[in-house]
């Protein structure tokens, strides 16, 4: 079965704090997206990644495969890093499944 | 480059009606993703669409059909609309061009069924 867990559900951190999201899910994937969804509903790609670690400016995304978890790390956190972050592991069959986020809220 | 575009943005459609939402891909992408996000289910995948062809499905009655025409751009329609089809509905293109193929995602449309 195709399910994904991540955590925390809710977080709140004051500027400057360095802040970690994790995700796991049950079965081998081909690769895994972390998006950003801010109020209002638009939804940004910050990574896709199969394997490794990937950064740009302040974000880090890690993933291990054999360990079936990723983590996206936010450093210096801002205000305007509030948002909600998701996690969708690309699983056989192509599909995405996605889970039910974390919401971010950063406090100056 | 013109980024995933999706209209309308906005839809109130009463139960029983019918809608057609409408995706317009990056220039180049070929593959279109549809989604629907409500606050109880969280983002669910409907279907994919690459080449014309829906090549995947996720888990929704066949009242949700789409289409993909020869220009990328693919359509969703909801037949015989019900109160829980009230959700925010996004599209997302890719290159598919092998490899990890990056998802790029559109502004979404909310639908509201009174």
């Known amino acids: 079965k195709n399910e994904v867990e991540q955590s925390p559900q809710n977080l709140t951190a004051q500027e400057g704090e360095f802040i970690t999201i994790n995700c796991s899910y049950s079965?081998?994937?081909?690769?895994l997206h972390w998006l950003q969804q801010h109020p209002g509903g638009g939804i940004v790609s910050l990574f896709m990644l199969s394997s490794g670690k990937k950064k740009h400016g302040r974000l880090i995304a890690t993933i291990n495969i054999q360990e079936k978890h990723s983590s996206l790390h936010i450093t210096a956190s801002h205000p305007r890093d509030s948002a909600v972050y998701i996690c969708?592991?690309?699983?056989?069959?192509?599909?995405?499944?996605f889970g039910t986020g974390t919401s971010l809220t950063v406090i100056p | 480059k013109a980024g995933v575009t999706q209209t309308p943005r906005y839809l109130i459609k009463t139960r029983g009606q019918q809608v057609t939402l409408s995706c317009s891909p990056i220039s180049g992408h070929r593959s279109v993703s549809w989604y629907q996000q409500t606050p109880g289910q969280g983002l669910q995948f409907l279907f994919e669409?690459?080449?014309?062809?829906?090549?995947n499905k996720g888990n929704f009655p066949g009242r949700f059909s789409g289409r993909q025409f020869s220009n990328s751009r693919s359509e969703m329609n909801v037949s015989t609309l019900e109160l829980g089809d009230s959700a925010l509905y996004l599209c997302?293109?890719?290159?598919?061009?092998?490899?990890?193929?990056?998802?790029?995602f559109g502004p979404g449309t909310r639908l509201t069924v009174t």
């Open positions: 669409y690459f080449s014309e062809t829906q090549r």
């Open positions: 079965v081998g994937i081909s690769a």
């Open positions: 997302a293109s890719s290159a598919d061009r092998g490899g990890i193929n990056e998802q790029y």
């Open positions: 969708a592991p690309r699983f056989p069959g192509n599909q995405f499944y």
